[in-house]
T-cell receptor, first 113, second 110 residues
Framework: EAQVTQNPRYLITVTGKKLTVTCSQN?????MSWYRQDPGLGLRQIYY???????DKGDVPEGYKVSRKEKRNFPLILESPSPNQTSLYFC????????????FGQGTRLTVV | KNEVEQSPQNLTAQEGEFITINCSYS?????LHWLQQHPGGGIVSLFM???GKKKHGRLIATINIQEKHSSLHITASHPRDSAVYIC????????????FGTGTRLQVFP
């Protein structure tokens, strides 16, 4: 089954404690993105990757890092989480950069206290 | 002003009603996406379209490029259609960047 898998689904952590949210897709997609969803603001892009070892900033990259060492995996790293990073995070992938369907993960609800 | 605007923000309906959700955008696009998000669940792509009309089951999506407007219609609505419906546009700038509307929350009552 074609899917994007995120882990964990839920995470509560403390300010400053490094964490990683994993994202993996099994569709051989080149393009992967991370988004955060906040009430009243919709989804906003954090980082995207056009292929292995090619990543770039989205609209709200501050406080986040990503890596793309393998085509299937695109982890999101919060080196020093802060409460304003409390949000619902989605990973997405697509085959080509434009005009193709995007597949989303189930979401990771992160709370930073 | 947001580049992608949806209306209404909230919508309630009785089972069986015909539902329309609207999306207007102010930027040049290569494609428009309609997404569905169930409570506590992930996001599922319903349609991607760049012209005309698409139909899948009870769902119909239309787009008017000249007017920069799209509509999502649900015929014979059912309580399982209750979800947040999100409109997103692809800017077509060589990346997979999507710009999202803030969503329309639909509740269908039996």
């Amino acid at each position: 089954e074609a899917q994007v898998t995120q882990n964990p689904r839920y995470l509560i952590t403390v300010t400053g404690k490094k964490l990683t949210v994993t994202c993996s897709q099994n569709m051989n997609h080149e393009y992967m993105s991370w988004y955060r969803q906040d009430p009243g603001l919709g989804l906003r892009q954090i980082y995207y990757s056009m292929n292995v070892e090619v990543t770039d900033k989205g609209d709200v990259p501050e406080g986040y890092k990503v890596s793309r060492k393998e085509k299937r995996n695109f982890p999101l790293i919060l080196e020093s989480p802060s409460p304003n990073q409390t949000s619902l995070y989605f990973c997405a992938s697509s085959f080509e950069p434009m005009n193709t369907e995007a597949f989303f993960g189930q979401g990771t609800r992160l709370t930073v206290v | 002003k947001n580049e992608v605007e949806q209306s209404p923000q909230n919508l309630t309906a009785q089972e069986g009603e015909f539902i329309t959700i609207n999306c207007s955008y102010s930027v040049g696009i290569s494609a428009l996406h309609w997404l569905q998000q169930h409570p506590g669940g992930g996001i599922v792509s319903l349609f991607m379209l760049s012209s005309g009309k698409k139909k899948h089951g009870r769902l119909i999506a239309t787009i008017n490029i000249q007017e920069k407007h799209s509509s999502l219609h649900i015929t014979a609505s059912h309580p399982r259609d209750s979800a947040v419906y999100i409109c997103a546009v692809s800017r077509g700038e060589g990346t997979d960047k999507l710009i999202f509307g803030t969503g329309t929350r639909l509740q269908v009552f039996p």
